[in-house]
Nanobody
Framework: VQLQASGGGSVQAGDSLRLSCRAS????????VGWFRQAPGKEREFVTD????????NYADSVKGRFIGSRDNAKNRVYLQMNSLKPEDTAVYYC?????????????????WGQGTLVTVSS
């Protein structure tokens, strides 16, 4: 399966963005999907993961209450709704797919990765 993340951009603190992860060459419903982010000079970090049923229950503490993961298997897409954005949310955001059921918190738990989409939040 190939993954393509989109929806990033430059916004002001407090704004919202919705990222989309489109799957091709396979059905996204077959995979557990995670969202990660990587800020300049930092390691890639877990944001949330969305199970095959579309439920996202695991969130990084830094985004809990502001970000929501979801999916639409009919559209072969997984989403990350980001609200109340902060400058520290600035990063490249990646979606990734795993054959195995979750929770899956580590990059090495995932088999396929999208190319990433840049989110820049200014104060």
């Amino acid at each position: 399966v190939q993954l393509q993340a989109s929806g990033g951009g430059s916004v002001q603190a407090g704004d919202s963005l919705r990222l989309s992860c489109r799957a091709s060459g396979g059905a996204v419903r077959s995979y557990h999907v995670g969202w990660f982010r990587q800020a300049p000079g930092k390691e890639r970090e877990f944001v949330t993961d969305v199970n095959r049923s579309g439920v996202a229950t695991n969130y990084a503490d830094s985004v809990k209450g502001r970000f929501i993961g979801s999916r639409d298997n009919a559209k072969n897409r997984v989403y990350l709704q980001m609200n109340s954005l902060k400058p520290e949310d600035t990063a490249v955001y990646y979606c990734a797919a795993s054959f195995r059921a979750g929770p899956r918190y580590w990059p090495q738990d995932y088999n396929y990765w999208g190319q990433g989409t840049l989110v820049t939040v200014s104060s």
